[in-house]
């Protein structure tokens, strides 16, 4: 079975979760400080997705 995420993938997460844990990690507009492990995880994500690394494509919301 092929991986879901990219090992590229996954290092762009632990960066975003290390400046989270800094305290130098900012939210997109607000540019507030994201404190959510949850919300460093996605803006991880969303990075990797914008770089073109092997990423599953988001959900559509409810």
Known sequence: MA???S???G???K?????RKEGTLKS????KTVKSRKQAIAIGLS?????GKK???K???K
């Open 3 to 5: 991986r879901k995420y």
């Open 7 to 9: 090992k590229a993938a």
């Open 11 to 13: 290092t762009t997460v």
């Open 15 to 19: 960066k975003a979760m290390h400046e």
């Open 28 to 31: 997109g507009r607000s540019g």
């Open 47 to 51: 990075e990797a997705r914008r770089a």
């Open 55 to 57: 990423v599953p494509k």
């Open 59 to 61: 959900k559509p919301g």
